[in-house]
């Protein structure tokens, strides 16, 4: 168990529709990343949030946005969804290696999104 | 763009065989992070490597990080059923963003 939160574990709904993942970091982290897994794909970066506010985008569409609470949990809102959305999206909080400075990531379970 | 592939994309083993997988970088990395992604699970982590030439070992996998710090490897000594699973590098984002990018991934089946 990573510490990592993540609901739902699977969502299915339609195209069109609009849905919310929820993700909680670790105790005590204050950064979440978003990435999405699609079939036999790797990871692709969404947006990362750093106490609460936006620190770095990556290849998210402007269909979906993302924030992060006060309480440090954050909301991957997807709109408009297509067929092309259905993938594995994850979430993660990170924690500095010892040594290097550098973060290292704590991945979520993951909440996998069909859009039929 | 940033690139960082992985090859080979799949690889069967017979279980106590041995496996490699390596990483590929379009550019410098200051590090480099290995995750493994069981069946079905999400990426955990498993090492950093952070100088020119590092070798580190973990029990049964070796991870070695290239002079040149565009390259890596991970090898697996004596596979066995409980290393199945996809195995990604990932280097720090060159866009400046605090955030890893992460390669292609190898997946591993190992066969009992």
């Known amino acids: 168990d990573s510490g990592v939160t993540q609901t739902p574990k699977h969502l299915i709904t339609a195209t069109g529709q609009r849905v919310t993942l929820r993700c909680s970091p670790r105790s005590g982290d204050l950064s979440v990343y978003w990435y999405q897994q699609s079939l036999d794909q790797g990871l692709q970066f969404l947006i990362q949030?750093?106490?609460?506010?936006?620190?770095a985008k990556g290849n998210i569409l402007e269909r979906f946005s993302a924030q992060q609470f006060p309480d440090l949990h954050s909301e991957l809102n997807l709109s408009s969804l297509e067929l092309g959305d259905s993938a594995l999206y994850f979430c993660?909080?990170?924690?500095?290696?010892?040594?290097?400075?550098?973060?290292?990531?704590?991945f979520g379970s993951g909440t996998q999104l069909s859009v039929l | 763009g940033q690139q960082v592939m992985q090859i080979p994309q799949y690889q069967h083993v017979q279980e106590g065989e041995d496996f490699t997988t390596y990483c590929n970088s379009s550019?410098?990395?200051?590090?480099i992070q290995w995750y493994k992604q069981r069946p079905g699970g999400h990426p955990v982590f498993l090492i950093q490597l952070v100088k020119s030439g590092e070798v580190k070992k973990q029990k049964r996998l070796t991870f070695q990080f290239g002079e040149a710090k565009k390259n890596s490897s991970l090898h697996i000594t004596a596979t066995q059923t409980t290393d199945v699973g996809t195995y990604f590098c990932a280097g720090p984002d060159q866009t400046g963003a605090n955030n890893l990018f992460f390669g292609t991934g190898t997946r591993l089946t190992v066969i009992p």
């Open positions: 550019t410098t990395l200051s590090n």
């Open positions: 993660a909080s990170s924690a500095r290696l010892t040594g290097t400075g550098d973060e290292k990531l704590f």
């Open positions: 949030y750093y106490n609460g506010e936006e620190r």
